[in-house]
Protein backbone atom coordinates (compact mmCIF):
# COMPACT_ATOMS: atom_id res chain seq x y z
CA UNK A 1 0.00 0.00 0.00
CA UNK A 2 1.31 3.30 -1.19
CA UNK A 3 1.26 7.24 -0.41
CA UNK A 4 -1.62 7.42 -2.67
CA UNK A 5 -3.51 4.31 -1.45
CA UNK A 6 -3.57 6.04 2.25
CA UNK A 7 -4.58 9.31 1.05
CA UNK A 8 -7.59 7.57 -1.02
CA UNK A 9 -8.22 5.52 1.86
CA UNK A 10 -8.64 8.51 4.49
CA UNK A 11 -10.51 10.33 1.47
CA UNK A 12 -13.33 7.84 1.51
CA UNK A 13 -13.39 7.38 5.30
CA UNK A 14 -12.86 10.84 6.57
CA UNK A 15 -16.47 10.90 8.27
CA UNK A 16 -14.99 8.12 10.47
CA UNK A 17 -11.91 9.85 11.18
CA UNK A 18 -13.71 13.31 12.13
CA UNK A 19 -16.79 11.28 14.08
CA UNK A 20 -13.86 9.81 15.93
CA UNK A 21 -11.68 12.92 16.52
CA UNK A 22 -14.71 14.92 17.19
CA UNK A 23 -16.02 11.95 20.12
CA UNK A 24 -13.08 12.03 21.86
CA UNK A 25 -12.35 15.87 22.20
CA UNK A 26 -15.87 16.42 23.23
CA UNK A 27 -15.48 13.69 25.74
CA UNK A 28 -12.22 14.63 27.22
CA UNK A 29 -13.42 18.36 27.44
CA UNK A 30 -16.63 17.15 29.33
CA UNK A 31 -14.75 14.97 31.62
CA UNK A 32 -12.21 17.77 32.64
CA UNK A 33 -15.10 20.20 33.21
CA UNK A 34 -17.03 17.80 35.09
CA UNK A 35 -13.61 16.51 37.20
CA UNK A 36 -12.98 18.47 40.71
CA UNK A 37 -10.07 20.89 40.88
CA UNK A 38 -7.29 20.22 42.66
CA UNK A 39 -4.67 22.45 43.93
CA UNK A 40 -0.57 21.51 44.57
CA UNK A 41 0.64 23.23 47.51
CA UNK A 42 4.86 22.72 47.71
CA UNK A 43 7.25 23.47 50.29
CA UNK A 44 10.89 24.01 49.36
CA UNK A 45 13.18 22.52 52.26
CA UNK A 46 16.90 22.62 52.77
CA UNK A 47 18.89 19.95 54.07
CA UNK A 48 22.07 20.97 55.73
CA UNK A 49 24.25 18.15 55.29
CA UNK A 50 27.29 18.40 57.04
CA UNK A 51 28.49 14.94 57.31
CA UNK A 52 28.78 14.93 61.06
CA UNK A 53 27.78 12.31 63.39
CA UNK A 54 25.58 13.58 66.04
CA UNK A 55 26.89 11.41 68.58
CA UNK A 56 30.57 10.58 67.70
CA UNK A 57 31.02 13.79 66.33
CA UNK A 58 33.03 11.87 63.29
CA UNK A 59 33.31 13.01 60.13
CA UNK A 60 31.16 10.81 57.36
CA UNK A 61 32.06 10.49 53.99
CA UNK A 62 30.37 12.65 51.32
CA UNK A 63 29.59 9.46 49.23
CA UNK A 64 26.81 8.83 51.59
CA UNK A 65 24.96 11.95 50.96
CA UNK A 66 22.63 10.99 48.30
CA UNK A 67 21.76 7.66 50.57
CA UNK A 68 21.31 10.82 53.16
CA UNK A 69 19.10 12.65 51.20
CA UNK A 70 16.74 9.47 50.12
CA UNK A 71 16.67 8.86 53.89
CA UNK A 72 14.87 11.98 54.09
CA UNK A 73 12.81 11.74 51.44
CA UNK A 74 11.90 8.21 52.99
CA UNK A 75 11.20 10.01 56.23
CA UNK A 76 9.21 12.24 55.33
CA UNK A 77 6.51 9.75 53.44
CA UNK A 78 6.53 8.10 56.70
CA UNK A 79 3.53 6.85 58.37
CA UNK A 80 4.85 8.28 61.70
CA UNK A 81 5.25 12.03 59.72
CA UNK A 82 1.87 11.86 58.73
CA UNK A 83 0.78 11.11 62.32
CA UNK A 84 1.88 14.16 63.93
CA UNK A 85 0.64 16.14 60.99
CA UNK A 86 -3.00 14.69 61.99
CA UNK A 87 -2.61 15.55 65.47
CA UNK A 88 -0.83 18.98 64.35
CA UNK A 89 -3.95 20.10 62.45
CA UNK A 90 -6.22 18.13 64.95
CA UNK A 91 -8.32 16.67 61.69
CA UNK A 92 -9.74 14.01 64.20
CA UNK A 93 -11.82 16.16 65.47
CA UNK A 94 -13.82 17.16 62.48
CA UNK A 95 -17.03 15.75 62.37
CA UNK A 96 -17.23 15.47 58.54
CA UNK A 97 -14.06 13.90 58.37
CA UNK A 98 -15.49 11.45 61.51
CA UNK A 99 -18.22 10.48 58.74
CA UNK A 100 -16.04 9.38 55.92
CA UNK A 101 -14.30 7.54 58.29
CA UNK A 102 -17.46 5.89 59.14
CA UNK A 103 -18.12 5.37 55.75
CA UNK A 104 -14.58 4.28 54.20
CA UNK A 105 -14.11 1.39 56.98
CA UNK A 106 -17.37 1.32 58.65
CA UNK A 107 -16.00 2.70 61.67
CA UNK A 108 -13.04 -0.57 62.29
CA UNK A 109 -9.66 0.39 63.08
CA UNK A 110 -7.99 3.76 63.78
CA UNK A 111 -8.84 7.36 62.54
CA UNK A 112 -5.67 8.74 62.84
CA UNK A 113 -3.89 6.02 60.73
CA UNK A 114 -6.80 6.15 58.45
CA UNK A 115 -5.87 9.64 57.57
CA UNK A 116 -2.12 9.48 57.42
CA UNK A 117 -2.98 7.21 54.75
CA UNK A 118 -4.99 8.85 52.82
CA UNK A 119 -2.74 12.09 53.14
CA UNK A 120 -0.07 10.22 51.73
CA UNK A 121 -1.41 9.27 48.94
CA UNK A 122 -1.62 12.93 48.25
CA UNK A 123 1.61 13.62 49.14
CA UNK A 124 4.89 13.43 46.73
CA UNK A 125 8.23 14.11 47.75
CA UNK A 126 11.10 15.24 44.78
CA UNK A 127 14.70 15.32 46.08
CA UNK A 128 16.41 17.94 44.04
CA UNK A 129 19.26 15.97 41.73
CA UNK A 130 22.50 18.31 42.43
CA UNK A 131 21.88 19.59 45.84
CA UNK A 132 20.36 19.33 48.71
CA UNK A 133 16.68 20.69 48.40
CA UNK A 134 13.66 18.87 48.83
CA UNK A 135 10.34 19.78 47.55
CA UNK A 136 7.09 18.76 49.75
CA UNK A 137 4.48 18.75 47.74
CA UNK A 138 0.44 17.75 48.55
CA UNK A 139 -2.89 18.04 46.74
CA UNK A 140 -5.90 19.18 47.35
CA UNK A 141 -9.20 20.16 46.91
CA UNK A 142 -8.76 23.16 48.95
CA UNK A 143 -5.86 25.32 48.08
CA UNK A 144 -5.94 26.61 51.66
CA UNK A 145 -5.95 23.38 53.06
CA UNK A 146 -3.20 22.04 50.77
CA UNK A 147 -0.90 24.92 51.58
CA UNK A 148 -1.29 24.52 55.28
CA UNK A 149 -0.89 20.31 55.15
CA UNK A 150 2.21 21.06 52.97
CA UNK A 151 3.56 23.22 55.70
CA UNK A 152 2.36 21.04 58.73
CA UNK A 153 3.87 17.70 56.92
CA UNK A 154 7.36 20.21 56.92
CA UNK A 155 7.25 21.35 60.56
CA UNK A 156 6.43 17.54 60.99
CA UNK A 157 9.48 16.59 59.10
CA UNK A 158 11.73 18.83 60.85
CA UNK A 159 10.01 17.98 64.68
CA UNK A 160 10.66 14.06 63.78
CA UNK A 161 14.33 14.81 62.22
CA UNK A 162 14.88 16.32 65.93
CA UNK A 163 13.41 13.57 67.58
CA UNK A 164 15.17 10.77 65.69
CA UNK A 165 18.40 12.99 66.41
CA UNK A 166 18.34 13.82 70.02
CA UNK A 167 16.75 10.22 71.29
CA UNK A 168 19.60 7.96 70.57
CA UNK A 169 21.40 10.73 72.67
CA UNK A 170 18.15 10.44 75.64
CA UNK A 171 18.79 6.47 75.50
CA UNK A 172 23.08 6.88 75.43
CA UNK A 173 22.62 9.19 78.37
CA UNK A 174 20.11 6.75 80.59
CA UNK A 175 22.32 4.55 79.91
CA UNK A 176 25.82 6.51 80.83
CA UNK A 177 23.62 6.78 84.29
CA UNK A 178 23.34 3.18 84.87
CA UNK A 179 27.31 2.75 84.03
CA UNK A 180 28.37 5.93 86.09
CA UNK A 181 26.30 4.89 89.15
CA UNK A 182 27.63 1.39 88.20
CA UNK A 183 31.31 3.57 88.16
CA UNK A 184 31.20 5.23 91.49
CA UNK A 185 30.56 2.31 93.22
CA UNK A 186 33.73 0.52 91.79
CA UNK A 187 35.53 3.55 92.43
CA UNK A 188 34.18 3.79 96.26
CA UNK A 189 35.17 -0.39 96.71
CA UNK A 190 38.58 0.27 95.22
CA UNK A 191 39.35 3.61 97.65
CA UNK A 192 37.97 1.66 100.35
CA UNK A 193 40.19 -1.44 99.83
CA UNK A 194 42.93 1.32 99.52
CA UNK A 195 42.60 2.97 102.88
CA UNK A 196 41.87 -0.55 104.26
CA UNK A 197 45.11 -1.30 103.84
CA UNK A 198 46.73 1.49 104.24
CA UNK A 199 45.52 1.63 107.66
CA UNK A 200 46.22 -2.22 108.41
CA UNK A 201 49.65 -1.76 106.92
CA UNK A 202 50.79 1.24 108.13
CA UNK A 203 51.13 2.68 104.98
CA UNK A 204 50.38 6.21 102.62
CA UNK A 205 50.76 6.70 99.54
CA UNK A 206 53.94 8.83 99.77
CA UNK A 207 55.71 6.03 102.26
CA UNK A 208 59.21 6.76 102.36
CA UNK A 209 59.91 4.00 104.47
CA UNK A 210 61.65 1.85 101.48
CA UNK A 211 64.35 4.45 100.78
CA UNK A 212 64.98 4.59 104.85
CA UNK A 213 64.74 0.95 105.49
CA UNK A 214 66.97 -0.09 101.76
CA UNK A 215 69.51 2.78 103.71
CA UNK A 216 69.58 1.19 106.42
CA UNK A 217 70.23 -2.13 105.12
CA UNK A 218 73.38 -0.81 103.05
CA UNK A 219 74.38 0.42 106.27
CA UNK A 220 74.29 -2.41 107.83
CA UNK A 221 75.64 -4.25 104.92
CA UNK A 222 78.64 -1.56 105.43
CA UNK A 223 78.94 -2.74 109.44
CA UNK A 224 78.80 -6.28 108.87
CA UNK A 225 81.61 -6.43 106.19
CA UNK A 226 83.83 -3.83 108.80
CA UNK A 227 82.94 -6.14 111.69
CA UNK A 228 84.20 -9.44 109.39
CA UNK A 229 87.54 -7.62 108.79
CA UNK A 230 87.84 -6.66 112.52
CA UNK A 231 86.71 -10.24 113.28
CA UNK A 232 89.46 -11.61 110.51
CA UNK A 233 92.10 -9.07 111.94
CA UNK A 234 91.32 -10.25 115.90
CA UNK A 235 91.25 -13.89 114.70
CA UNK A 236 94.50 -14.10 113.16
CA UNK A 237 96.33 -12.13 115.63
CA UNK A 238 94.80 -14.70 118.39
CA UNK A 239 96.38 -17.34 116.75
CA UNK A 240 99.39 -16.08 116.61
CA UNK A 241 102.97 -16.91 119.43
CA UNK A 242 102.79 -14.60 122.41
CA UNK A 243 106.30 -13.40 120.97
CA UNK A 244 105.27 -12.46 118.19
CA UNK A 245 102.02 -11.09 118.86
CA UNK A 246 102.40 -7.86 117.76
CA UNK A 247 99.25 -6.45 120.35
CA UNK A 248 101.68 -7.56 123.04
CA UNK A 249 104.71 -6.17 121.61
CA UNK A 250 103.81 -2.85 121.32
CA UNK A 251 102.33 -3.08 124.55
CA UNK A 252 103.80 -0.08 126.54
CA UNK A 253 103.60 -1.69 129.50
CA UNK A 254 105.37 -4.52 128.24
CA UNK A 255 107.67 -2.63 126.74
CA UNK A 256 108.64 -0.77 129.85
CA UNK A 257 108.41 -3.63 132.00
CA UNK A 258 110.99 -4.85 129.52
CA UNK A 259 113.11 -2.51 129.59
CA UNK A 260 113.78 -2.36 133.16
CA UNK A 261 114.07 -6.36 133.33
CA UNK A 262 116.75 -5.83 130.29
CA UNK A 263 118.36 -3.08 132.56
CA UNK A 264 118.18 -5.40 135.88
CA UNK A 265 119.62 -8.06 134.20
CA UNK A 266 122.72 -6.17 133.20
CA UNK A 267 123.18 -4.55 136.31
CA UNK A 268 122.78 -8.16 137.87
CA UNK A 269 125.28 -9.75 135.82
CA UNK A 270 127.95 -7.30 136.81
CA UNK A 271 127.25 -7.88 140.60
CA UNK A 272 127.48 -11.27 140.03
CA UNK A 273 131.12 -10.75 138.76
CA UNK A 274 131.51 -8.24 140.85
CA UNK A 275 130.38 -9.46 144.10
CA UNK A 276 129.41 -12.99 143.60
CA UNK A 277 125.73 -14.31 143.99
CA UNK A 278 125.84 -14.33 147.91
CA UNK A 279 126.46 -10.97 148.16
CA UNK A 280 123.32 -9.17 150.04
CA UNK A 281 122.98 -6.92 146.96
CA UNK A 282 123.27 -9.23 144.68
CA UNK A 283 120.38 -11.23 146.38
CA UNK A 284 118.48 -7.63 146.73
CA UNK A 285 118.79 -7.53 142.70
CA UNK A 286 117.97 -10.64 142.14
CA UNK A 287 114.81 -10.11 143.56
CA UNK A 288 114.26 -7.16 141.84
CA UNK A 289 114.33 -9.13 138.43
CA UNK A 290 112.65 -11.86 139.62
CA UNK A 291 109.62 -9.54 140.45
CA UNK A 292 109.99 -7.54 137.08
CA UNK A 293 109.92 -11.10 135.20
CA UNK A 294 106.90 -11.91 136.88
CA UNK A 295 105.25 -8.20 136.21
CA UNK A 296 106.00 -9.29 132.28
CA UNK A 297 104.81 -12.22 132.36
CA UNK A 298 102.03 -10.71 134.02
CA UNK A 299 101.41 -8.52 131.45
CA UNK A 300 101.79 -10.59 128.73
CA UNK A 301 99.22 -13.04 129.86
CA UNK A 302 96.69 -9.70 130.13
CA UNK A 303 97.90 -8.36 126.64
CA UNK A 304 97.35 -12.06 125.37
CA UNK A 305 93.87 -12.11 127.21
CA UNK A 306 93.15 -8.90 125.85
CA UNK A 307 93.93 -9.95 122.09
CA UNK A 308 91.74 -13.35 122.99
CA UNK A 309 88.85 -10.85 124.26
CA UNK A 310 88.95 -8.89 121.30
CA UNK A 311 88.62 -11.60 118.77
CA UNK A 312 85.98 -13.07 120.80
CA UNK A 313 84.02 -9.77 120.90
CA UNK A 314 84.52 -9.08 117.05
CA UNK A 315 83.15 -12.42 116.37
CA UNK A 316 80.15 -11.54 118.70
CA UNK A 317 79.64 -8.24 116.98
CA UNK A 318 79.88 -9.74 113.88
CA UNK A 319 77.34 -12.46 114.56
CA UNK A 320 75.36 -9.37 115.56
CA UNK A 321 75.58 -7.54 112.56
CA UNK A 322 74.55 -10.60 110.65
CA UNK A 323 71.53 -11.15 112.51
CA UNK A 324 70.74 -7.56 111.80
CA UNK A 325 71.40 -7.56 108.62
CA UNK A 326 69.25 -10.92 107.62
CA UNK A 327 66.53 -8.87 109.75
CA UNK A 328 66.52 -5.58 107.76
CA UNK A 329 66.73 -7.58 104.27
CA UNK A 330 63.40 -9.75 105.75
CA UNK A 331 62.11 -5.99 106.48
CA UNK A 332 62.81 -4.69 103.07
CA UNK A 333 61.26 -7.40 101.43
CA UNK A 334 58.13 -7.17 103.25
CA UNK A 335 58.20 -3.41 102.91
CA UNK A 336 58.55 -3.79 99.00
CA UNK A 337 55.67 -6.96 99.21
CA UNK A 338 53.08 -4.01 100.96
CA UNK A 339 54.37 -1.31 98.29
CA UNK A 340 53.98 -3.79 95.51
CA UNK A 341 50.17 -4.64 97.10
CA UNK A 342 49.33 -0.94 97.67
CA UNK A 343 50.51 0.41 94.16
CA UNK A 344 47.80 -2.82 92.29
CA UNK A 345 45.33 -1.10 95.12
CA UNK A 346 46.41 2.73 93.67
CA UNK A 347 46.17 1.77 90.01
CA UNK A 348 42.72 -0.07 90.73
CA UNK A 349 41.68 3.32 92.15
CA UNK A 350 43.18 5.39 89.65
CA UNK A 351 41.68 3.27 86.74
CA UNK A 352 38.44 3.44 88.22
CA UNK A 353 38.63 6.88 88.54
CA UNK A 354 40.06 7.59 85.16
CA UNK A 355 36.73 5.47 83.27
CA UNK A 356 34.34 7.18 86.22
CA UNK A 357 35.63 10.34 84.82
CA UNK A 358 35.72 9.41 81.09
CA UNK A 359 32.34 7.97 81.18
CA UNK A 360 31.19 11.29 83.06
CA UNK A 361 32.19 13.62 80.87
CA UNK A 362 30.87 11.60 78.06
CA UNK A 363 27.17 11.84 80.21
CA UNK A 364 27.63 15.38 79.74
CA UNK A 365 28.08 15.84 76.12
CA UNK A 366 25.23 13.15 75.72
CA UNK A 367 23.18 15.01 77.98
CA UNK A 368 23.80 18.47 76.26
CA UNK A 369 23.23 16.73 72.56
CA UNK A 370 19.42 15.13 74.01
CA UNK A 371 18.62 18.72 75.34
CA UNK A 372 19.70 20.37 71.58
CA UNK A 373 16.77 22.09 69.81
CA UNK A 374 18.80 22.54 66.79
CA UNK A 375 18.45 20.57 63.42
CA UNK A 376 20.04 20.75 60.29
CA UNK A 377 16.47 20.84 58.42
CA UNK A 378 15.26 24.45 57.42
CA UNK A 379 12.42 25.74 55.11
CA UNK A 380 13.43 27.66 52.31
CA UNK A 381 9.93 28.35 50.68
CA UNK A 382 6.87 27.66 52.53
CA UNK A 383 3.77 26.87 50.51
CA UNK A 384 1.40 29.24 50.00
CA UNK A 385 -2.31 28.73 48.52
CA UNK A 386 -2.21 28.25 44.82
CA UNK A 387 -4.03 30.50 42.45
CA UNK A 388 -4.59 27.99 39.96
CA UNK A 389 -5.51 24.57 40.04
CA UNK A 390 -3.15 22.16 39.26
CA UNK A 391 -5.51 19.85 37.93
CA UNK A 392 -7.72 18.82 35.55
CA UNK A 393 -5.45 21.05 32.79
CA UNK A 394 -7.87 21.46 30.24
CA UNK A 395 -6.06 22.81 27.69
CA UNK A 396 -2.99 19.56 27.91
CA UNK A 397 -6.19 17.38 27.58
CA UNK A 398 -7.53 18.98 24.90
CA UNK A 399 -4.11 18.98 22.85
CA UNK A 400 -3.66 15.41 24.03
CA UNK A 401 -7.47 14.02 23.00
CA UNK A 402 -6.70 15.43 19.77
CA UNK A 403 -3.60 13.25 19.53
CA UNK A 404 -5.30 10.32 21.04
CA UNK A 405 -8.85 11.21 18.22
CA UNK A 406 -6.80 11.61 15.72
CA UNK A 407 -4.85 7.97 16.03
CA UNK A 408 -8.64 6.49 16.93
CA UNK A 409 -9.83 8.17 13.64
CA UNK A 410 -7.36 6.66 11.19
CA UNK A 411 -7.11 3.84 13.55
CA UNK A 412 -10.89 3.17 12.98
CA UNK A 413 -11.05 4.57 9.05
CA UNK A 414 -8.36 2.00 8.51
CA UNK A 415 -10.24 -1.44 10.65
CA UNK A 416 -13.44 0.06 8.44
CA UNK A 417 -11.40 -0.18 4.85
CA UNK A 418 -10.48 -3.92 6.11
CA UNK A 419 -13.85 -4.76 6.72
CA UNK A 420 -15.75 -3.08 3.35
CA UNK A 421 -12.80 -3.03 0.95
CA UNK A 422 -12.96 -1.16 -2.11
CA UNK A 423 -12.05 -0.67 -5.91
CA UNK A 424 -10.43 3.04 -5.52
CA UNK A 425 -7.35 3.12 -8.00
CA UNK A 426 -5.74 1.03 -10.73
CA UNK A 427 -3.77 0.11 -8.15
CA UNK A 428 -6.07 -2.02 -5.83
CA UNK A 429 -7.39 -3.50 -8.90
CA UNK A 430 -3.56 -4.92 -9.89
CA UNK A 431 -3.52 -5.97 -6.55
CA UNK A 432 -7.10 -7.35 -6.46
CA UNK A 433 -7.45 -9.23 -9.66
CA UNK A 434 -3.02 -9.54 -10.56
CA UNK A 435 -3.39 -8.88 -13.91
CA UNK A 436 -2.31 -5.96 -15.19
CA UNK A 437 -4.28 -2.97 -16.50
CA UNK A 438 -4.42 -1.71 -20.02
CA UNK A 439 -5.97 1.57 -19.30
CA UNK A 440 -8.20 4.20 -17.20
CA UNK A 441 -11.70 5.57 -18.79
CA UNK A 442 -12.07 9.35 -17.07
CA UNK A 443 -15.79 9.82 -16.24
CA UNK A 444 -17.06 13.48 -16.83
CA UNK A 445 -16.93 15.82 -14.34
CA UNK A 446 -19.44 15.61 -11.49
CA UNK A 447 -21.51 18.22 -10.69
CA UNK A 448 -20.84 18.06 -7.02
CA UNK A 449 -18.04 20.78 -5.71
CA UNK A 450 -14.45 18.90 -5.90
CA UNK A 451 -12.46 18.76 -3.13
CA UNK A 452 -8.84 18.92 -2.76
CA UNK A 453 -7.92 15.73 -2.76
CA UNK A 454 -9.68 15.22 -5.94
CA UNK A 455 -6.84 16.19 -8.12
CA UNK A 456 -4.45 13.49 -7.22
CA UNK A 457 -3.22 11.06 -9.78
CA UNK A 458 -5.28 7.88 -10.55
CA UNK A 459 -8.04 9.77 -7.98
CA UNK A 460 -12.09 8.39 -8.83
CA UNK A 461 -14.93 10.53 -7.70
CA UNK A 462 -16.71 8.85 -4.97
Request: charged share 25%; net charge neutral.
Amino acid sequence: MNFTQLLLILKARYRIVLFALLVTVSTTLIVSLLLPQSYNATTTLVVDFKGVDPLSGLMQPAQLMPGYIATQTEIIKSHNVALKVVEALKMTQSPVVREQFAEATGGEGDIRDWLADRMLRALEVQPSRESTLIQVEYKGADPQFAATVANAFAQAYIQTNLELRVEPARLTTTWFDAQIKQLRDNLEQAQAKLSAYQKEQGVVASDERIDVETARLAELSSQFVVAQAQTYDSVSRRNQSHEALADVMNNPMVQGLKADLARSEIKLSEMESKFGKNHPQYQRLQTEVDTLRGKLDTEIKTATQTVSTTARLSQQRESDFRGALAAQKARVLSTKQKRDEMSVLLRDVENAQQLFDQATRRNGQTRLESQTTHTDIAVLNPAVPPAKPSSPKILLNLMASLVLGGFLGLGLGFLMEMIDRRIRSEQDLVEALDIPVLGVLSGGESKRRRLPWDKLPGAQPA
